[in-house]
């Protein structure tokens, strides 16, 4: 019995379309960047190399109280005590503010330590494990490890997020949905989450911005003092409205700030953090056992150290790496070819081999700018023959929700004496 041997299989143009072969160059996309296609809740700029979470307005207050505050006090108070009491003033009050600026938008922007998610081989893998582990009777098999730290049992909870376990000290953002390492906080006032790679820099930026609220609060009561000398207190604020307004301010911020302060040295002298204190992890009253912080190096300066002045851990999330195009579906019309919409597919210039053949074709996602057809010969009851073609995106449209859609295939045959192999 003699067979047809598919050599070649294109897409005729119709319709005012284009084959693939002389698709123009404009459809040729650049390859992306995988930040643009983070599963997060966040945003990135300068091309991926800073990131922030998408909720920035307290972030934006924080910035404007700070400019606002500061400008009022290096135009109004200033040049009075610069030329009353001394030219360190300004000074002073000058390195407190970058500094302030400075530890702010390294928080902001720097990514706080966010865990890839796993990718779906590992999660599949992942899954067999834990159903492998089992589970007695009809009960779920359980979503949780237990590891041993510095003879402390912690226990790792499974993320079905990011579907992995999460690492010790490790926690799910609800707001920028991702498992961020040594999770502290999610701060609004910065806009982003407070993690091992970031928290350094926020603990800088809690005590620098407790010392320009304090001195510029010292300093604005001495300036109005000074004045009050010689015309009264309200002959005062009158000559300077803009020094009452720091003072208002500046007194209702300092108190908290302060206090925020002093409870983020406590974390760091004892190595917790916020999470893990206020959910009370490691505290006594949780457990009749004896429950110690495991990572804890029973000492004030070592624990600082450890927090403030270790090394820097690199990011894990390469946003600046480029996507695979084999695994990584873009977002947009590309991402939503019809999977599993079946057309009737009608033939010509098939010669001797195709005459009133039917084929049926199941459109499914293969490349990055491509769709793939696979046609399968229904008329041959022995041994069906498959084929595959390759389209440009747009090219395939999915079928009329009243009726079968119509594409044309050209192919060349040939006939051959010898059945194709299996």
């Known amino acids: 019995m003699k067979e047809c041997e598919y050599r070649q299989i294109a897409l005729a143009p119709g319709n005012g379309s284009t084959p693939a072969s002389q698709a123009p ?3 040729k996309q650049r390859r992306r960047r995988k930040w643009e296609s983070f599963a997060g809740k966040n945003r990135f700029f300068c091309g991926g190399r800073l990131m922030s979470g998408r ?22 108070d200033c040049p009075y005590l610069t030329e009353n009491l001394t030219l360190a003033i300004p000074i002073i009050a000058g390195l407190l503010f970058v500094f302030v600026v400075s530890t ?31 589970g007695s009777g009809y009960r779920p098999p359980p979503r949780t490890k237990e590891v041993v730290i510095n003879g402390q049992t912690v226990k790792l909870k499974y993320c079905f997020s990011c579907k992995m376990f999460r690492p010790p000290r490790t926690s799910h953002c609800s707001l920028c949905d991702n ?21 350094r820099f926020f ?7 407790s010392f320009l609220t304090a001195f510029i609060f010292a300093c604005v009561i001495t300036h109005l003092t ?53 959910k009370g992890s490691w505290s006594s009253k949780r457990s009749s056992e004896e429950n110690t912080n495991p990572y804890s190096y029973n000492s004030i300066v070592t624990n600082c150290c450890a927090v403030l002045c270790g090394p820097m851990p690199p990011s894990l999330i390469d ?6 195009p084999d695994t990584i579906q873009l977002p947009g019309p590309q991402r939503k070819v019809s999977q599993g919409a079946k057309t009737e597919v009608n033939l010509f210039d098939q010669g001797p081999c195709g005459q009133g053949v039917n084929f049926i074709f199941q459109s499914t996602p293969t490349f990055l700018f491509q769709s793939s057809l696979c046609v399968l010969n229904k ?42 192999s299996a």
């Not at 300092?254 to 190595?271: P, R």
């Not at 595959?388 to 051959?416: D, E, N």
Request: one cysteine or more.
């Open 55 to 76: 909720q920035s307005g307290a972030f934006y207050l924080t910035l404007g109280l700070i400019f606002s505050t500061s400008g009022l006090f290096f135009g109004f």
């Open 379 to 420: 008329t041959v009851p022995e041994k069906a023959a498959v084929v595959c073609a390759t389209a440009p995106p747009g090219y395939i449209k999915p079928p009329h929700p009243q009726g079968k859609s119509t594409v044309q295939l050209k192919f060349q045959a040939s006939r051959t004496g010898s059945s194709p």
């Open 25 to 27: 160059a404009s459809r």
């Open 226 to 278: 000074l004045r009050s000398q010689n015309i009264g207190l309200l002959n005062a604020l009158q000559e300077t409205p803009a020094s009452a307004l720091e003072l208002v301010v500046c007194f209702f911020s300092v108190w908290s700030i302060l206090g925020l302060s002093g409870f983020h040295t406590y974390l760091v002298a004892s190595n917790l953090t916020t999470n893990e204190d206020i």
């Open 203 to 209: 603990y800088m930026f809690l005590l620098s911005l």
């Open 319 to 324: 946003r600046r790496g480029f996507l695979d």
């Open 104 to 134: 702010l938008l390294h928080t902001s922007f720097t990514d706080p330590g966010i865990l890839p998610r796993a990718t779906p081989d590992e999660a599949a893998d992942l899954e067999r494990q834990i159903d492998n582990s089992g």
């Open 179 to 199: 498992c961020v390492e040594r999770f502290d906080h999610h701060c609004p006032w910065v806009g982003n989450c407070v993690g091992k790679r970031n928290y």
